[in-house]
């Protein structure tokens, strides 16, 4: 057993000594991720780009030849006391809470406004028609006259489709909350003239009441409310969520290790190339000891690889792992399975090359499907079984379980399913291995 | 000039001799194309989000929420108990949760504001997708609330009617009438020569790609030249009349070539395949893409000059090509990143190829239209290429 041991020192020495193997084992990793977490932030201090905003706002107000204003229509007909749409649009875009989404400048005229988007000096420009108010405020309370349709333009930047989705998503609330104020008009018109009231003017009055009131009450009245929060995995256990940087270097840690146990993995290969491992073959040493130290160098490297990865997300990104049983149980099983996968890539190839085309390929195929790469999307319910074919996914599976306030009985199913491939993987390299060096 | 061709030659032949070569400049590329292009259309989907919803009221107001919700085309809920609604976030089984909370009806009865859970994983973009369409939901029901409510106070305080199940129908009636004939409508049209349909996730993953394994293309050639350092085949070169300047130009001819053939690969594949628009602007395209492989092999040649052993040079590749990538945007667009990581970005001129092949594809740029991106490209070039130059030692 000694012997074995000295044949993993060896090798361990070997890769850490490496300083090729040390960027590919622990800076790769860790600098991938700083740039992904610096992408994406974690919480508050997250901010997207501002969106240069160009509106031009051609709206006349409710009555025609009004300039836009609140008083659009003095003589108390259609429109009476109602906000101007397009003055509406233009406070929602310009105003504070949206001042870092927005960047909000105008334009004398649609030809301008759209010559800035195709020039890339805007992001996106709105067009504001000049019978917006007319459109909105210009019908009847009673429902009938309608007036004609009005069409406000987004033109966009083709290649930008998150900020001028905010500034749609923005005018389209002003526009709805206008069309709630109308609703309430003309629903309070209707249900006092079936009850017999068919004064026009008092029902004009009726509804200019409702509409103000509905304005009022909008503003006043948040409603139903979003709070956004992660997901808790135990009832009983703590709430954690944990940041972008260490739910991405989690993905990376479980992909590149399985790089750096292929690393002592070829060993095998080019001690045999370089006839050394013939040569250790020809010593009183039992190959199986040889190859059990193989084994051995292979868990220890990736094993330590982990251990600095998790520290340095801890120093580094202020990640939370999570419980520290449940933690090194799951560190020690992914140091198994990249060990044994490392092993398996290596055995049926012929030489370090092939080896190398052949464990990148598998490697890569299985950070694919398992979310090393992809956590951060959303396939729904394909995904989340493509994922379980590969024992990578049902660890990335842990892991997520683990850091967001997890315990042992929230990863024993994971455990037990890498444990598996991993008595899989092993039995497979030892039957290649022995059939070439027994 | 016939010796630079031979060098070049031998190197592009020693290329396609490698299988290694193929699978990193050719295969992977492509899997990972289809992959991310085949995900990230899937996560910007705007319908049939799937949703999990958890209703721990169990009441009539909830039950109605619960229905409008279905009805939103942009959503497909499943109602799940709440432990379950938790694992299915977690799992990423939906995109998110919303619950429902105990006591939501008696708190609208009261005209409180009520906090609905929605339960994410921030790292998701589909949850992002699916909260704009829930909030659109409660906006939308929302405004029909307060709609009848405004028309019941006016109507109850000006006529003295009681506020009954009757005056609630007929108020609630015309006002779902009128909110379901919009007097004014939105059009967002895309500037330039827009797409005839919905951009698909391949937009993003098709020119990512091109410029994520630009580099790896260059593997064996680069490692090629250690190899050749490390031996003294260069000095062998030198001692029979080829000029070092020969040299440097074979070779990077070689990888010019190497990593325009990967590209000229990707874009069709893009095009052909996956309906990307790369060839209506060829000129553009064949300036964007001269520019990464100049560029690239600039790059290839400086690691060359500054690494001596082939597993340094691997390590070292890798690394710059994940990381020019992610800062480039090939990943994700740079548009969904933070506004400091989007302006640091721009630093690197894989950004600035991103901004013209997405420019090409999306917006119908033409030639004009790349020339500021590909000058900073080129300044780039001027820099790495002449380091390299500088640096590069036959020995």
């Keep these: 057993m000694l012997r074995a041991l000295l044949v993993a020192a060896k090798d361990v020495r070997h890769v850490y000594r490496s300083r090729a193997s040390l960027v590919l084992m622990l800076v790769a990793p860790l600098l991938v991720t700083g740039a992904i977490g610096a992408a994406f932030g974690s919480g508050e201090g997250f901010e997207i780009e501002a969106t240069r905003t160009v509106v031009v706002d051609q709206d006349r107000g409710a009555g025609a030849g009004h300039p836009a204003s609140t008083d659009a229509s003095a003589d108390g007909g259609a429109g009476a006391g109602f906000p101007a749409a397009g003055a509406a649009i233009r406070a929602a875009l310009g105003s504070p809470e949206l001042a870092d989404l927005v960047d909000l400048t105008t334009s004398p005229d649609p030809q301008s406004a759209r010559a800035a988007v195709d020039a890339g000096v805007a992001d996106v420009a709105v067009v504001i028609p000049p019978d917006l108010s007319e459109a909105l405020w210009g019908g ?42 109308v609703a309430a008009a003309r629903s309070a018109v209707a249900a006092t003239a079936a009850h017999g009231l068919d004064d026009p003017a008092a029902l004009g009055a009726l509804a200019s009441a409702a509409a103000s009131d509905f304005l009022t009450r909008a503003q006043s009245d948040p409603g139903l409310s979003l709070r956004a929060r992660p997901p808790s995995v135990s009832t009983t256990g703590p709430e954690r969520a944990p940041n972008v940087a260490a739910q991405v270097l989690i993905g990376m840690m479980v992909f590149f290790t399985l790089f750096g146990a292929s690393v002592p993995a070829r060993s095998v290969l080019d001690e045999h190339r370089a006839g050394t491992l013939p040569r250790l073959f020809t010593t009183a040493t039992p190959r199986s000891l040889i190859l059990g130290g193989k084994y051995i160098a292979v868990f220890v490297v990736v094993l330590l690889q982990s251990i600095i990865l998790l520290i340095a997300g801890l120093l580094l990104y202020g990640a939370h792992w999570g419980a520290f049983g449940p933690v090194a149980v799951l560190t020690v099983c992914g140091a198994v399975v990249a060990a044994s996968l490392g092993l398996v890539t290596v055995s049926f190839a012929k030489t370090p090359g092939q080896a190398g085309a052949v464990s990148s390929v598998i490697f890569v195929f299985l950070g694919l499907v398992s979310g090393s790469f992809t956590g951060t999307a959303d396939l729904g319910q394909v995904y989340s079984v493509l994922r379980r074919i590969s024992p990578l996914g049902w660890l990335l599976e842990a892991w997520d379980n683990i850091m967001f306030g997890g315990s042992f009985s929230d990863i024993v199913l994971p455990v037990l399913v890498v444990l598996a491939f991993s008595l899989v993987f092993f039995a497979l390299a030892t039957f290649f291995f022995r059939r070439r060096y027994a | 000039m016939s010796r630079v061709w031979h060098i070049a030659f031998k190197e592009l032949l020693q290329t396609r001799r490698d299988r290694l070569a193929a699978l990193f400049t050719l295969i992977l590329p492509v899997i990972f194309t289809v992959f991310l292009g085949i995900m990230i259309g899937r996560a910007n989907e705007d319908s049939g989000l799937p949703l999990a919803l958890a209703d721990r009221d169990g009441s009539e107001a909830s039950q109605t929420l619960a229905l409008t919700l279905s009805g939103s085309p942009a959503l497909a809920i499943r109602q799940i108990a709440l432990p379950g609604l938790e694992d299915a976030v977690r799992s990423r089984k939906v995109a998110a949760g919303l619950v429902i909370p105990v006591g939501y009806e008696t708190a609208l009865q009261a005209g409180q504001t009520v906090s609905l859970d929605f339960v994410c994983l921030e790292t998701v973009p589909g949850a992002q997708s699916a909260r704009q369409a829930v909030e659109s939901v409660l906006f939308e029901s929302h405004l029909s609330s307060l709609a009848i409510k405004s028309a019941a106070h006016v109507v109850t305080g000006a006529t003295g009617l009681p506020f009954d199940d009757r005056l609630d129908r007929v108020l609630r009636e015309s006002v779902t009438a009128a909110l379901a004939q919009p007097t004014v409508t939105l059009d967002v049209t895309d500037a330039g020569r827009p797409l005839p349909g919905e951009a698909s996730g391949f937009e993003q993953s098709s020119p990512g790609g091109m410029v994520n394994w630009v580099l790896f293309g260059l593997l064996t050639v680069v490692a090629g030249v250690a190899w050749e350092k490390q031996r003294g085949l260069l000095r062998r070169f030198l001692a029979a009349g080829v000029k070092q300047r020969e040299i440097v130009a074979g070779k990077l001819l070689a990888m010019v070539a190497v990593t325009f053939l990967q590209q000229l690969l990707l874009a069709t594949v893009g095009q052909v395949g996956f309906g990307v628009r790369y060839f209506h602007a060829p000129l553009a395209l064949l300036a964007t893409m001269l520019s990464l492989s100049i ?16 597993q340094a040079i691997i390590a070292v590749t890798i690394i710059s090509a994940q990381l020019l990538g992610v800062m480039g945007g090939a990943w994700f667009p740079l548009e969904v990143a933070s506004h400091s990581f989007s302006r640091a970005a721009h630093f690197f001129p ?21 020339l500021v991106p590909l000058g900073y490209v080129w300044a780039w070039i001027a820099v790495v290429f002449s380091l390299a130059v500088w640096r590069f030692r036959p020995d």
């Design chain 1, 140 to 181: 009847s309370p009673f429902g009938d006259g309608e007036p004609g349709p009005a069409t406000i333009q987004i033109y966009k930047d083709a290649s930008r489709t998150v900020g001028p989705g905010i500034v749609a998503a923005v005018v389209e609330q002003v526009v709805r909350t206008c069309q709630g104020a």
């Design chain 2, 350 to 370: 894989t950004a600035w190829i991103m901004e013209c092949l997405h420019g090409i594809t999306l917006s119908g740029w033409g030639m004009t239209q790349v």
């Design chain 2, 295 to 310: 560029f690239a092999a600039s790059f290839g040649l400086l690691l060359s000059s500054l690494f001596r052993r082939e």
